[in-house]
């Protein structure tokens, strides 16, 4: 014996209700697995930002500070001299609260600035608790001197681990490297010094120099520095400036 199954047009219609939502759903599965993964995906650890992506000619010339009285201020007068009024300043904490009116002209000249940390030392080999100590009294102090909570550290030595990365980010802290070293801290000679940066600058490029009183040649080097760098088309920006809304390149760690 055989058997008709006749379907009538409405089950004919139930039938595509029910598969269209079942292929609604598998689809929804997915795209939302896809936005999970997306997700996962993005969320990086923290990392240090050392230069921009970029094809215009922007360039950060940085300083840090961590000692001394009589280099600073010939470093901001030939920055005022030369009309360059964007760049970063990394300050220690100690130094500012020694020297509260050389802080008081980076920040009247009006520079950016940014922590150094409090101890100068190497942070990595410091217990989680201790980075947050030393992150937090050089966020307290450069607040109360310059009436802003800083945004931006880079750490003495240029020293850091995935901790240290971590609990500054969860300080509210971007960490800033750099690219191009002038290794003026080696005084090797104002030529060198020139040459150092000239050589590898580039459009996007964080430069790492020095205020301190161990760097004797950096404002001897300064001005050329900074002729060339214009002559050659080069806009002077804050280290902020740069990496806002720009692709960054990161510093991986092991």
């Known amino acids: 014996m ?34 999970i993964a997306a997700i996962a995906e993005g969320n990086q650890a923290p ?18 500070i961590s000692w001394g009285e009589t280099r600073a201020m010939p470093i901001l007068d030939v920055l005022r001299d030369k009309n360059v009024n964007k ?45 947050r100590t030393q992150i937090g009294k050089a966020d307290t102090i450069l ?29 509210g802290y971007t960490v800033i490297q750099w690219d191009t070293d002038s290794k003026d ?6 030529d060198t010094i020139v040459n150092n940066v000239l050589a590898k600058a580039h459009p996007g490029d964080i430069v ?10 950096t404002h001897l080097a300064l001005p050329k520095i900074i002729d060339k760098l214009r002559a ?5 920006v804050t280290v902020s400036e740069l990496i806002a809304g720009s692709q960054v390149k990161t510093q991986e760690l092991n």
């Not at 790492?208 to 040649?217: G, I, R, V, Y």
């Open 185 to 190: 801290w080696m005084n090797p000679g104002v």
């Open 208 to 217: 790492l120099l020095h205020a301190s009183d161990s760097c004797k040649e």
């Open 87 to 131: 760049a970063t300043f990394f300050l220690s904490s100690p130094w500012s609260q020694r020297h509260p009116e050389i802080v008081k002209r980076i920040k009247d000249d009006g520079f950016e600035i940014g922590s150094h940390g409090h101890n100068h030392d190497n942070y990595s080999k410091y217990a989680d608790e201790e980075i």
């Open 232 to 236: 050659d088309g080069y806009q002077f």
């Open 47 to 64: 990392q240090a930002i050392y230069k921009v992506d970029t094809k215009e000619k922007k360039i950060a010339l940085t300083f840090d």
């Open 2 to 35: 055989k058997y008709m199954f006749v379907i009538s047009p409405k089950q004919v219609k139930q039938w595509l209700i029910i598969v269209t939502a079942l292929l609604m759903g598998i689809g929804l599965v997915y795209a939302e697995r896809d936005s």
């Open 143 to 171: 607040h109360e001197l310059t009436g802003k909570k800083p945004k931006l550290i880079r750490f003495p030595n240029g020293d850091f681990d995935k901790r240290v990365l971590k609990i500054a980010h969860s300080m």
